[in-house]
């Protein structure tokens, strides 16, 4: 399975994005101080930021980013606001908003590893597309896991999206809505990447 690999700190410099955003608190860079100082971007080096920006956020790699924007593109409504929503309805971004891991990677991995049940059924696939009526689970044997126990009581201040109905005493979530762009809490300029894939 193909990964990015690219020093975390170094990449949230590069694209403007605040390493705690992203659940990585202890991350820090001292490289490039005076990064700030660069010329100014051209409109496509903007768009193409952007898109690189979302990309890293949600751990997207280039052919499955092109896939979700096409697919995005199918559906009514504004194309920008639709790629965000998919990218939010992956399984491994539902993991990661409802507390059980620090990170996305973090997120990415536990259900690789078949902590979670969608409907009843345990599913491993991170991209994995979630829908309004769907019940996402923890599996009754990885709720003993230390690492998910911590990863929830550090997590306890975190709400749910107001898509997600939670029942944090079970570790039940129900999707209820599709995300809407207002729930996404990143700075994100979707019609940048909207205005990139169209020329």
Not at 43 to 69: A, H, M, P, S, T
Not at 95 to 122: D, P, Y
Not at 145 to 173: C, G, H, M, T, V
Request: contains cysteine.
């Amino acid at each position: 399975m193909a990964r990015s690999i690219q020093p975390v700190a170094k990449r949230c410099k590069a694209l403007g994005i605040s390493p705690a955003a992203l659940g990585y608190s202890k991350k820090t860079t001292t490289r490039n101080p005076k990064g700030q100082m660069r010329r100014k971007q051209s409109e496509y080096g903007l768009q193409l930021q952007e898109k690189q920006k979302v990309k890293f956020i949600y751990g997207v790699l280039e052919r499955q980013f092109k896939n979700y924007f096409d697919m995005a593109q199918r559906r009514p409504g504004q194309t920008g606001e639709n790629l965000l929503s998919i990218l939010e309805s992956r399984l491994d971004n539902v993991v990661f908003r409802l507390g059980f891991a620090m990170t996305r990677a973090e997120a990415r991995q536990l259900v690789s590893h078949g902590h979670f049940t969608v409907n009843g059924k345990r599913v491993n696939i991170p991209s994995f597309l979630v829908k309004p009526g769907m019940v996402v689970t923890l599996k009754e044997t990885s709720k003993s896991l230390e690492k998910i126990k911590a990863n929830l009581e550090d997590n306890s201040f975190r709400q749910p999206p107001k898509w997600i109905e939670y029942d944090a005493n079970n570790q039940i979530a129900k999707i209820v809505a599709v995300p809407a762009r207002e729930d996404i809490d990143m700075p994100i300029e979707e019609h940048l990447i909207v205005e990139l894939y169209s020329k």
